[in-house]
């Protein structure tokens, strides 16, 4: 997966209770390539002193609403990918 610089900013979030996917847009590194998308999942959670902080790790019980914000965050991308040719509709057969 491609990593993301601290500074770039998701174009997409989308969230279920303490889980967040975040969809950064990757430039293209030539003209021949095109847009690349990735996204990042994470889990919210509070310290003993009450601070909120993130984590890549999940327990049994988020792996459901993970994989159903998965499934989103799939379909956003491709209305992500649809929006930069310029088209209404994502094209079948692309993830």
């Known amino acids: 997966m ?3 610089k601290s500074n770039n900013k998701p174009v997409a ?3 279920d209770g ?6 950064f847009r990757n430039e293209p590194k030539n003209e021949r390539d095109s847009v ?4 990042k999942l ?5 310290d003993a002193a009450g601070a909120w902080h ?7 019980a988020d792996y459901l609403r993970a ?12 209305e992500l990918r649809a929006a930069e040719r310029g088209t209404q509709t994502p094209v079948p057969g692309e993830y």
Do not use: C, P, V, W
Request: charged share 30%.
């Open 67 to 78: 994989a159903n914000l998965m499934n989103e965050a799939y379909n956003t991308e491709r």
């Open 36 to 39: 690349r998308f990735a996204g």
């Open 2 to 4: 491609t990593q993301t």
């Open 18 to 23: 303490l889980l967040k996917i975040a969809i």
């Open 54 to 60: 993130d984590t890549e790790y999940l327990s049994g």
């Open 42 to 46: 994470t889990r919210a959670y509070k």
């Open 13 to 15: 979030e989308l969230k």
